[in-house]
């Protein structure tokens, strides 16, 4: 079975450009969720999606940061403008949502803004 | 609310050695509770989960965690540490949401 797959991998980018970060969870899973990863303040949740509709965003940092689900098989996260300090590695995880916290992984995606 | 409390952001032990990871919770509704493993350049892996059923609860790699209501606790243990061991770990704690928060982390170093 295909894992968790986020896209790009590792991203570099210029303070102020747009940076769209992709998901696509395992199939059947109807949660979805998006963590920061950094060295000085470990894994955040930014958001979570159960089927298909935000649960909670009260980890989005500020504006800049949105997080779409369209459907059941793909999800994005896009900083506008992207910043320094948003580098960072962002996950998404999966689960099949029946509160067993089981959740599944993707590689993630390295951001870097300079 | 949830949250999770691992004590030390590093540990280092003797191959051969028993490992003891640390960690606290707090939570306003019975947890459940989770330890995931990271290796280096890769997402998070589960090793083991509490859900109410039997307090010590095994893993996958020889890990295993006790969870203690009194002391708010559930560490991890492993009776002898092999270099694969060496990773990142972390405790996570969840209510009867999906919202699952992680500690920081405790990265675990393996010395020959």
């Known amino acids: 079975d295909a894992g968790v797959i986020q896209s790009p991998r590792h991203e570099v980018t210029e303070m102020g450009q747009e940076v769209t970060l992709r998901c696509k969870p395992i199939?059947?899973?109807?949660?979805l969720f998006w963590y920061r990863q950094t060295m000085m303040r470990g894994l955040e949740l930014l958001i979570y999606?159960?089927?298909?509709?935000?649960?909670?965003d009260s980890g989005m940092p500020e504006d800049r940061f949105s997080a779409k689900m369209p459907n059941a098989s793909f999800s994005t996260l896009k900083i506008q403008p992207s910043e320094p300090r948003d580098s960072a590695v962002y996950f998404c995880?999966?689960?099949?949502?029946?509160?067993?916290?089981?959740?599944?992984f993707g590689e993630g995606s390295r951001l870097t803004v300079l | 609310a949830q949250s999770v409390t691992q004590l030390g952001s590093h540990v280092s032990v003797s191959e051969g050695a028993l490992v003891l990871l640390r960690c606290n919770y707090s939570?306003?509704?019975?947890?459940?509770l989770f330890w995931y493993v990271q290796y280096p350049n890769q997402g998070l892996q589960l090793l083991l989960k509490?859900?109410?059923?039997?307090?010590l609860v095994k893993g996958i790699n020889g890990f295993e965690a006790e969870f203690k209501k009194s002391e708010t606790s559930f560490h991890l243990t492993k009776p002898s540490a092999h270099m694969s061991d060496a990773a990142e770990y972390f405790c996570?704690?969840?209510?009867?949401?999906?919202?699952?928060?992680f500690g920081k982390g405790t990265r675990l170093h393996i010395l020959p």
């Open positions: 509490y859900t109410s059923a039997a307090t």
């Open positions: 939570s306003s509704v019975p947890p459940y």
């Open positions: 999606f159960n089927n298909n509709v935000p649960i909670d």
């Open positions: 995880a999966s689960s099949r949502g029946t509160n067993t916290g089981e959740l599944f």
């Open positions: 199939s059947g899973h109807n949660s």
């Open positions: 996570a704690v969840t209510g009867r949401d999906d919202k699952i928060i």
